[in-house]
C-alpha cells in the first residue's frame, strides 16, 4: 500500500491550494479515503473523508464550506481542494486509509498559509 501527497506549498490567506493523493497497492475503490492535519504539539486531526464510491462525505467544522473532498476512483486518487485559506489552516496534511484493522499514512505535504 502506498500513498502519496502532492500538491502543498505557500499561499497567501484567501488563497486556494488543491491537494492530490496518489493510492497504490490496494483495491482503493472499495475504501474510504481521508484527509488530516498536523501542526507542531498537536494531535494529527481529521479534516475530512469520503466514501468509497464518493456519494457521502464528512467535513471537520473548521473546514466546512471552504474545502471540499473528492475522488476519481479510474485514476485511484483522492483530492482536497482548499479555498479561502486561513493562517490556522497551516499543517502538514496526511491522506489516509484504513484496511481491515491495519493504517496507511501518507508522507504528508505542508500547507501554509501566510502573507
Known amino acids: 500500500v502506498q500513498l502519496v501527497e502532492s500538491g502543498g506549498g505557500l499561499v497567501q490567506p484567501g488563497g486556494s491550494l488543491r491537494l492530490s493523493c496518489a493510492a497504490s497497492g490496494f483495491s482503493f475503490s472499495i475504501y474510504i479515503m481521508s484527509w488530516y492535519r498536523q501542526t507542531p504539539g498537536k494531535e494529527r486531526e481529521l479534516v475530512a473523508d469520503?466514501?468509497?464510491?464518493?456519494?457521502?462525505?464528512n467535513y471537520a467544522d473548521s473546514v466546512k464550506g471552504r474545502f471540499t473532498i473528492y475522488r476519481d476512483n479510474a485514476k485511484k486518487k483522492v483530492y482536497l481542494q482548499m479555498n479561502s485559506l486561513k493562517p490556522e489552516d497551516t499543517a502538514v496534511y496526511y491522506c489516509?486509509?484504513?484496511?481491515?484493522?491495519?493504517?496507511?499514512w501518507g508522507q504528508g505535504t505542508q500547507v501554509t498559509v501566510s502573507s
Open positions: 489516509y486509509t484504513r484496511i481491515s484493522r491495519l493504517k496507511y
Open positions: 469520503i466514501s468509497s464510491a464518493g456519494g457521502s462525505t
